[in-house]
């Protein structure tokens, strides 16, 4: 009975919900539908063949900007290029690094020390204000120079130079704060281990210009300083080395008259200070051996190149993409620079090659020009032999067809990677803090297209008629002596 009550019910519900449907639907105004000759129904709606006429502004700029530089009353250059995006990258080169070091590792230390507590931020307020302003901030020691950066929205530029400002010259430089950022370096230290390239080439800095030289120092805090380093120390260090006369405050992605507008009110109340001059570094030639157990040997070859600002500089960078080189696995494919001398005549030939490949390190007044390599201790020697006899070719011939495909390379390699904001940003810094302007990336072109095969070699035979520095990580015994290498050359 209960299932005969409910089955009338719903057949009454549906009864009900149809005479509505009908009712409704007689309502309705009734339209005519008219079938096209492909059988389906014309459309009501507008016509989408039609283009639709929409009234935007017109940009004021397309593209990059030129880069603009202004120098305020303390002497702190502000340089800036503005693109068409939505974030910019902003930031303080300083000239001073690990060369002016009292102890090795200071500015290692300071580097881990950026954006922590200052006068008017907390590390927990600086940490929230940046998550607030959706930045990613970073600082970087090298050997002649300090960054601080920070990529963020347009909008936060204007906080971010506050931040910038405060923390680069007004750090408290808490001892809870050192002492939790010396553990995370002895944590740093452990992993440089594991790339020993890196390290050869730290350590041909030391071969080059030897333990006492401003550039011999090691970049990295050496584990039995880190006690040493204190926060006095690294009071001293900004009190020594960081004034508004040795900075630039460089922006890739803002407009300069209004970076200039907030240099004044963050960085302008600094007085301009007074520093002593840079210690020199000369170049000396010499080797470093360490030893280790690792079961391949690292082995790297240098000699003395032009710095920054030496007419040398971009032939060095030509000859350098020349040289080329990698390790012994590559996905191939062009661009990937297998046809450059080292992989062409080291990596295609020997394969118990595990790596060759060049490397450079420019500074304002000197730099080194050198090859790394990879093998077994028992292999070491043919290595060595080899990686000589192509630093040789070098000063020899060139051919016309390498020379071409090196350039263009290189010239590819600079313009795509000014496309990259943070690159751009690293070029303004870099290039204002070192000649007080920059130079344009058409005119790069142009003195790249400017280098002759007679340009590569003279610059060659200068470079190998210096003393060779040699840096060894692994079997030391494995590698020739010093002077039979030096020989090679003479």
Request: proline share 5%.
């Amino acid at each position: 009975m209960f299932a005969q009550k409910m089955c009338a019910a719903s057949a009454r519900a549906a009864s009900a919900r149809a005479v509505s449907a009908r009712a409704v639907s007689s309502h309705r105004p009734r339209t005519t539908s008219v079938r096209t000759i492909w059988g389906a129904a014309a459309s009501d709606k507008d016509d989408l063949t039609v283009p639709m006429v929409v009234t935007a502004p017109e940009p004021l700029f397309t593209g990059t900007t030129p880069t603009q530089v202004t120098t305020l009353s303390n002497g702190l250059k502000v340089a800036s290029s503005d693109l068409t995006l939505p974030c910019a990258t902003v930031g303080v080169y300083i000239e001073a690094g690990s060369c002016c070091d009292s102890v090795s590792g200071t500015a290692h230390m300071l580097q881990h020390m950026a954006f922590k507590s200052s006068s008017a931020y907390s590390h927990l307020r600086m940490v929230r204000a940046g998550e607030h302003l959706g930045a990613v901030a970073s600082a970087t020691a090298g050997r002649e120079n300090m960054v601080y950066q920070v990529d963020t929205l347009k909008s936060s530029v204007p906080e971010v130079v506050e931040m910038l400002a405060d923390g680069i010259f007004e750090p408290k430089l808490l001892p809870w704060e050192v002492e939790e950022q010396k553990e995370i370096i002895k944590m740093e230290l452990e992993d440089a281990k594991k790339n020993p390239q890196q390290m050869l080439q730290d350590l041909s800095h030391t071969a080059a210009f030897g333990t006492s030289s401003p550039l011999g120092k090691p970049l990295m805090c050496p584990p039995k300083n880190l006690g040493s380093v204190t926060p006095e120390m690294l009071k001293a260090f900004i009190d020594e080395n960081y004034c508004p006369s040795n900075m630039v405050l460089a922006a890739a992605g803002y407009d300069h008259d209004e970076l200039v507008a907030l240099a004044e009110a963050s960085f302008g109340k600094y007085e301009a200070g007074s520093l002593a001059p840079a210690p020199a570094a000369t170049y000396a030639g010499g080797e470093v051996r360490l030893s280790s157990d690792d079961e391949m040997t690292h082995f790297a070859l240098s000699f003395k190149a032009a710095g920054w600002k030496g007419k040398e500089l971009v032939p060095l960078c030509v000859l350098n993409t020349m040289m080329g080189g990698g390790a012994s696995f590559s996905a191939g494919g062009p661009g990937k620079g297998m046809y450059t001398r080292l992989y062409q005549n080291i990596l295609n030939r020997y394969g118990f090659v595990q790596a060759a490949s060049v490397f450079t390190a420019f500074y304002n007044d000197v730099g080194i020009f050198g090859v790394y390599g990879t093998t077994s201790a028992d292999c070491m020697g043919q290595l060595v032999a080899t990686i000589c006899e192509e630093m040789k070719k070098m000063a020899v011939s060139i051919s016309a067809e390498e020379l071409a495909r090196a350039k263009n390379q290189l010239k590819t390699s600079l313009l795509m990677n000014l496309e990259s904001r943070p690159v751009l940003f690293e070029d303004i810094g870099r290039q204002v803090l070192t000649y007080g302007a920059r130079t344009p990336p058409e005119e790069l072109v142009l003195q790249i297209e400017a280098v002759t095969a007679t340009d590569l070699i003279n610059v060659s035979k200068a470079m190998l008629k210096t003393p060779p520095s040699i840096a060894v990580y692994g079997d030391t015994t494995s590698v020739p002596r010093y002077d039979q290498i030096a020989s090679q050359f003479g």
